[in-house]
């Protein structure tokens, strides 16, 4: 008895886990579906970059006067160029994706 109970208890438990927080009329997007740019870039680019993409170390660029758009940045990130590293074995496309567009907030 105790044993149907607990397997009760078990399968109602993962029932209630499972059920979808979907409402009617609304979707849910998945945690991995939202990258942080700004989480990455102070990850992996603050160092030749500066906070403010301005610090210039390593002969990195100053992405606060950088006239590249979006498209190009994804290629130079994914790349690299010059002494820069490439990160496309390192970085999803998205998370590439991200970073760049994230580097366009820096322009003054």
Do not use: W
Request: one cysteine or more.
């Amino acid at each position: 008895m105790k044993k149907a109970i607990v397997f009760t208890l078990f399968v109602a438990f993962l029932f209630a886990c499972s059920q979808s927080d979907v409402e009617e009329g609304t979707t849910s997007t998945p945690a991995a579906a939202s990258v942080d740019g700004g989480k990455i870039y102070k990850t992996y680019c603050i160092t030749c970059h500066g906070l403010y993409g301005d610090m210039g170390a390593s002969g990195a660029f100053n992405l606060q006067t950088s006239t590249l758009p979006v498209a190009e940045r994804i290629n130079v990130i994914t790349n690299g160029r010059k002494v820069m590293t490439p990160f496309k074995e390192l970085l999803s496309e998205e998370k590439i994706k991200a970073v760049a567009e994230y580097t366009m907030t820096l322009k003054k």
